[in-house]
């Protein structure tokens, strides 16, 4: 009985501290969004540039924006979201467009497959070029959709210098 009082009372007191932090589990996804399956690369692959990335998906009806090393936006924000603090991309003045977002390794496209014909080069001794490709989901206002996002690593081989 002694067991059972303990325990009840250490549950007891952990919600007392996650209530009194302010905590919050709301708007929290915690079960595993299976609509989007990236097929191409395989993940931990070698590759080649140009490179194609695709995936299959299921239950949705928009569009896709497609990180190559770096991570998305926040759900419910556009990729403009990730560049609001930068004074050389003007919104009005049609800021960021997609030659701006591909110089940064962000594509936008409405089909579930993307070709890459560059990707910087990673540069020092010894230096092993794995990459990481993020498709997140896009609403019809161009916004995050959910805070899914569905990721494949490969490795290009390059020539040698």
Known sequence: M???TTWVRWVARLAAVA???????????FREDTRVDVVAPA???????PLTVEW???????????FVDRAPQPPGRSVAWLFRNDDGCIEE???PDAAFLQLRGIYLTDEPRLVIDTIP????????????????LLNEDGERSGESAFSVEFEIEREPR
């Open 19 to 29: 209530w009194l932090s302010g905590c919050s589990l709301s708007g929290l996804n």
């Open 2 to 4: 002694h067991r059972r």
């Open 121 to 136: 080069q990673l540069t020092g001794d010894d230096v092993r070029e794995r990459h990481e490709a993020t498709v997140i």
């Open 43 to 49: 993940d931990r692959s070698q590759v080649a540039l």
């Open 93 to 95: 003045s049609g800021c």
């Open 56 to 66: 299959t998906v299921r239950d949705f009806d928009g569009s896709f924006a497609l």
